[in-house]
C-alpha cells in the first residue's frame, strides 16, 4: 500500500506530466469538438441542401464508426498512405474533436431546433439581419439547453483519454501503469487511477455548471447557488440524446 | 508501401467478419447485463432507507464517472485467472448499468403519481407494485434509451481488444501488425462498424418518434 503512494511522490513530476497530456488532449480535444459541433450544427439546420447533406454525412460517419478505429487509422493508417505523421497527442485530439464534434452536432441541431417559433418570427419581424437574429435572439436560449448535454460529452470525451495510451502518448493512465508495474499493487495503483479520473470529471462539471448558471441569468433564470454541486444534470437527456 | 492493398483487404475481410461475430456477443450479453443491472440499481435507489439510496447513487456515479478502459484493465489485471471475455461482458455490463440506472429511474418517475397512490389504496404489496403496476409502463417508456446506450456500447467493443478479447478489432491489429496493412484493415473495420450501426440507428429513432418522445 505504501509503496505505492510513496513511489507516486517521489515520481511527481512524470505523474504530473501525465496529468498534464491528459488535461491538454481534454481540453484541446473539447474545444475541436465545440468547433466543429456548433459549424456541422449550424449547417444542419442550412436552408442549402448541399450545406445540410454535407452536415449529415460527416455526422454520421464520425457517430457510426467507433472511435477506437478512428484513433488507430490517424495513429497506424494514415501514415502509411499519405506519409504525414502526427504526435500521438494530436492525433488523439483530433480525433476527440471530431468524434464528439459529431456527437456535439446533434446536441446543437436539437437545441436550436427547441427554440419557440414564436422566437425566429418576432426576430424578423423585428427586422433584425439573419446574423443578429442566430447571435442576439436564438443562441442565447439554445445555449442553455446545449449545457447539460455537452458537459455529459465533455465527460465521454475526458474518459477517452485513457486510450491516448494505447498509442503511447505519455499520459496519466501511462504513467500510474508503470508505477504499478514497479511496485506491483494493482488494486491500489487502478482505485489511484479511477479516483483521479472520478475528481477531474467532478471538477469539469463543477465548471460547466457554473458555465450553465451565468447562461440561465443572461436569460433572467436566477437559479441560486444549489444547483452547483450537482453532478449531473436532470435535462441532460433533453435534448439530442446523450451519445 | 503507399497506396492501399486491394489483395489485404480480401484477405483480412473473413478474419474480420469472424472477430466480428465475438463483437456481436459481447454487445449483446453485455447489453443484457446493463439492462437487468440497470433496473436493479434503479430499484435499489428508491429503497426508503438512505444506508441503502447514498452508496448506490454514489457508486454509480463514481462507476459513470471513471473511464472504461482503465476499468476494464484493473479488471483484467485483478482477476487475470478468468477468461477475457467474460471480464469484457461484465465489465461493460456493470458500466452501462450506471447509465441505464439512470434512463429506469427516469422511467419510473415519468409513472403518474396516481398509479402509486391506487397501489397503495388496493394495499398491494411493494413486490406487486412493482412488478404489475410501475415497472410494465416504465420500461415501455425506457426501450429506445436502451436501445441507443446498446448501440454506444457496440461502438466500445473496440476496447475490449486491449484485454485480449480476441473480436474484430483485435484481428485487425493483429493481421495490421503481420503484414504491415493497417490501413486496409481499420478503413475495413470503420466500415464494417458503420455499416452495422447506422441502420439500427435509423431503427431506434423511428421507435423512438413512434412511442412519442
Known amino acids: 500500500m505504501s509503496d505505492f503512494f510513496s513511489l507516486l511522490v517521489e515520481e511527481f513530476p512524470q505523474v504530473r506530466s501525465g496529468l498534464w497530456v491528459t488535461l491538454e488532449a481534454t481540453v484541446l480535444g473539447a474545444l475541436l469538438a465545440g468547433a466543429l459541433a456548433f459549424a456541422l450544427g449550424l449547417m444542419a439546420g442550412s436552408k442549402l441542401l448541399l450545406a445540410r447533406g454535407f452536415s449529415r454525412v460527416v455526422v454520421e460517419f464520425f457517430r457510426g464508426t467507433s472511435l477506437y478505429i478512428q484513433l488507430f487509422w490517424l495513429y497506424y493508417a494514415m501514415p502509411l498512405l499519405t506519409g504525414y505523421e502526427l504526435t500521438p497527442l494530436i492525433c488523439g485530439v483530433v480525433a476527440f474533436g471530431l468524434n464528439y464534434g459529431a456527437y456535439g452536432a446533434e446536441v446543437v441541431r436539437g437545441a436550436i431546433n427547441s427554440v419557440p417559433r414564436g422566437q425566429y418570427e418576432a426576430a424578423i419581424a423585428l427586422n433584425l439581419s439573419p446574423a443578429r437574429r442566430l447571435w442576439k435572439v436564438i443562441l442565447p436560449q439554445a445555449w442553455v439547453q446545449m449545457i447539460p448535454s455537452f458537459t455529459n460529452l465533455l465527460i465521454q470525451l475526458l474518459k477517452c483519454t485513457p486510450l491516448l495510451w494505447l498509442i503511447s502518448a505519455a499520459d496519466l493512465m501511462t504513467v500510474i501503469q508503470q508505477l504499478r508495474d514497479r511496485t506491483g499493487e494493482t488494486l491500489t495503483a487502478y482505485l489511484t487511477l479511477l479516483a483521479a479520473y472520478f475528481v477531474l470529471a467532478y471538477a469539469l462539471t463543477l465548471l460547466m455548471n457554473l458555465l450553465e448558471r451565468g447562461a440561465k441569468r443572461r436569460l433572467g433564470l436566477d437559479t441560486g447557488a444549489k444547483g452547483l454541486l450537482k453532478s449531473r444534470s436532470t435535462t441532460a437527456t433533453a435534448v439530442g440524446g446523450t451519445r | ?213
Not at chain 2, 24 to 45: E, K
Open chain 2, 1 to 213: 508501401m503507399n497506396g492501399f492493398d486491394w489483395n489485404a483487404v480480401g484477405e483480412s475481410l473473413p478474419l474480420l467478419l469472424e472477430g466480428f461475430r465475438v463483437t456481436l456477443l459481447a454487445t449483446v450479453l453485455g447489453t443484457l447485463v446493463a439492462a437487468v443491472l440497470g433496473l436493479a440499481v434503479a430499484v435499489a435507489g428508491r429503497a426508503p432507507s438512505k444506508f441503502v439510496t447514498v452508496p448506490v447513487r454514489a457508486v454509480t456515479e463514481f462507476v459513470r464517472s471513471t473511464p472504461l478502459l482503465v476499468q476494464l484493465v484493473g479488471a483484467a489485471a485483478l482477476f487475470s485467472s478468468v477468461e477475457p471475455l467474460y471480464i469484457g461482458i461484465a465489465v461493460l455490463g456493470v458500466h452501462y448499468a450506471a447509465y441505464t440506472s439512470e434512463v429506469y429511474r427516469a422511467g419510473i418517475d415519468g409513472v403518474p403519481k396516481g398509479q402509486w397512490e391506487a397501489c397503495r389504496a388496493l394495499s398491494l404489496s411493494p413486490r406487486r407494485t412493482w412488478q404489475a403496476v410501475i415497472l410494465p409502463q416504465a420500461v415501455r417508456n425506457v426501450l429506445p434509451a436502451l436501445g441507443n446506450y446498446a448501440i454506444s456500447m457496440f461502438k466500445e467493443t473496440p476496447f475490449l481488444a486491449v484485454i485480449t478479447v480476441q473480436e474484430m478489432v483485435f484481428e485487425a491489429r493483429k493481421y495490421g501488425a503481420d503484414h504491415f496493412a493497417y490501413t486496409e484493415v481499420f478503413t475495413l473495420a470503420g466500415l464494417i462498424f458503420l455499416v452495422a450501426s447506422y441502420p439500427t440507428s435509423l431503427l431506434m429513432r423511428k421507435l423512438e418518434k413512434r412511442l412519442g418522445h
